[in-house]
């Protein structure tokens, strides 16, 4: 069953713009990519949308639909009434290129002040060997797409630019949480995490969670361990007077640290 679909896309660059009005029609078991294909081959050919594997797996279509961060081919038309009105806009955290593409280079730009994982030399086999149960814990971390959801949904630099020089975002203390409790990695990223990462600055709202297409738990299971661990090496008496007299003391998670 095909109907007439309402579309306001917003239309313009860095100068400026504003929302344009289209009517489209559209298929039942169609998304919201489908649609703005549908404006770019019969109204618009020079409408600008960035898109991939139209799967969800590559995070590139990431737009805000009726206000909401969604990914463009993720979002079923029929989430919708038939007679509404949807509208998409860019991201509105990150530098506007044109219509509903956006600079999200900010966050490669943030990527390269992580160090990598750093793993220990190999066993005398040859060999690194490690719990299964440790293997699991971060596998959901590795879940992320990259969309970016969660970057631009994170108001401490959606409503302040100011702050984005000073905070890594949630998609990256995701990446600090996973490389930290990895149980071969030899690189403590917790001083790093706290200070050019800005991890102090996120007051756990839990939005980057809410929005994930992944569903990983961001908050819970990387921000708040990764801010306890953190807590632990600056604040814990007993921590902080191994770290003096040279003692080899293990953190919640049972890694040894000097």
Not at 19 to 43: K, M, N, P, W
Not at 81 to 108: G, H, M, Q, W
Request: net charge negative.
């Amino acid at each position: 069953m095909s109907y007439d679909l309402k579309m306001r896309l917003w239309r313009g660059d860095a100068a400026g713009g504003d929302l344009a009005d289209y009517t489209v029609e559209v298929s039942e078991g169609e998304v919201v990519l489908d649609a703005i294909h549908r404006v770019q081959a019969t109204q618009a050919g020079d409408l600008a949308v960035r898109w991939n594997c139209k799967a969800g797996k590559c995070g590139s279509c990431s737009a805000e639909i009726n206000g909401r961060p969604r990914l463009l081919c993720m979002t079923r038309l029929s989430d919708f009434d038939p007679a509404e009105t949807i509208t998409v806009t860019p991201v509105r955290t990150f530098p506007i290129i044109r219509d509903l593409v956006t600079d999200v280079s900010f966050n490669y730009e943030k990527a390269k002040e992580l160090p990598s994982f750093a793993p220990p030399a190999r066993d005398a086999d040859g060999k690194r060997r490690m719990a299964q149960m440790d293997v699991e814990r971060g596998q959901e971390f590795r879940k992320c797409i990259e969309c970016f959801l969660c970057q631009n949904v994170c108001h401490v630099v959606r409503d302040h630019e100011e702050n984005k020089p000073a905070f890594a975002g949630p998609r990256f203390f995701l990446r600090y949480a996973e490389l930290d409790m990895h149980p071969l990695d030899t690189h403590d990223r917790r001083e790093l995490a706290q200070g050019a990462a800005g991890l102090g600055m996120c007051n756990i709202t839990k939005c980057c969670t809410e929005v994930c297409p992944e569903g990983i738990h961001i908050t819970d299971n990387a921000i708040i361990p990764m801010k306890e661990r953190v807590v632990d090496r600056k604040f814990d008496p007993l921590v902080w007077l191994g770290s003096k007299i040279g003692l080899r003391t293990k953190d919640n998670d049972g890694r040894t640290e000097v």
